[in-house]
């Protein structure tokens, strides 16, 4: 993904890549860290988080970008309500992307203790926010930040072309578990039956399952306790004995194979479709 910053403009190509990233990303735990992953090459930052805050300090929860230094995740916990972007939106309700600068002035911000005991350490001098759907006592925001130097115009816009999309993409992760839940059981199950059918080793059905039903290589090592590298040669295998090419192709074929429809989140507009729809990402 091409890199941007105060020197190079962002793109419709660096938007579009974003958006391919995480758009194939249908369970959440996976978007949510895949989404980190993506802004993070499109808006370069020594820390990418995702931050449900709620009004109980002990409910607040963090995912970071690189992981927090060890024990800091606790004081953020209890300051992060000083956080200047998130005293902007609980005034404003406006989620859209915002710096430290568009929002507080420098000598203000390092006046404040969450800056004094956490960003200090941390080395974050500038930081830029905006929020994704949260039911009402909650707020969820994806914060950017870095040392070197503020985010630039150009940056805060692209945040604000991406954040539309980014928001759907979660929304369909969260629909697409809903439905998920009760039905992936015996969706695995009847995938694994279905492809050994038609000439697959019990091993390649299963990860050929898993794959069809949106999990990535790194979740599908974990969930059959094999390593990332034979996930690969089992889908390697398992694409040249159906034909295909891509993992696209191979999940469609999957669906096909088992009979089955994709659960297609609400309101995406293509019910009843193949899966690989919504089944594009790579890794």
């Not at 105060?6 to 895949?34: F, Y």
């Amino acid at each position: 993904m091409p890199r941007i910053g105060p020197d190079a403009p962002p793109d419709n190509e660096t938007l579009l890549e974003l958006v391919g990233d995480v758009c194939g990303l249908l369970h959440v735990d996976e978007l949510r860290r895949g989404l980190l992953a993506a802004l993070k090459r499109a808006l370069p930052s020594d820390y990418v988080s995702l931050n449900e805050v709620t009004p109980d300090p002990d409910d607040i929860v963090t995912l970071s970008l690189p992981d927090a230094p060890e024990g800091q995740l606790g004081r953020w916990n209890e300051l992060a309500h000083e956080n200047p972007l998130l005293q902007f939106y609980l005034r404003t309700q406006d989620g859209r992307a915002y710096r430290f600068s568009d929002v507080i002035e420098q000598d203000e911000l390092h006046a404040l203790t969450l800056y004094r005991e956490l960003y200090a350490h941390m080395g974050v001098e500038h930081q830029m926010a905006f929020t994704l759907p949260a039911p009402p006592d909650r707020v969820l925001a994806i914060a950017l930040s870095r040392s070197a130097c503020d985010y630039s115009d150009e940056e805060r816009d692209f945040a604000n072309r991406a954040r539309p999309f980014l928001i759907q993409a979660y929304l369909n992760a969260i629909a697409f578990n809903d439905v998920r839940g009760p039905r992936e059981g015996a969706s695995s199950a009847r995938f694994t039956s279905s492809l050994e059918a038609v000439g697959l080793t019990r091993r390649e059905s299963e990860v050929l399952g898993l794959l069809a039903l949106g999990r990535s290589n790194h979740h599908i090592a974990d969930a059959l306790g094999i390593s990332y590298r034979t996930v690969g040669k089992h889908l390697e295998h398992a694409f040249r004995k159906l034909g295909v090419s891509d993992r696209s192709s191979a999940a469609g074929r999957a669906w096909e194979i088992a009979g089955q429809r994709v659960p297609v989140p609400a309101g995406s507009g293509a019910v009843g479709e193949p899966a690989q729809r919504f089944l594009r990402h790579d890794a």
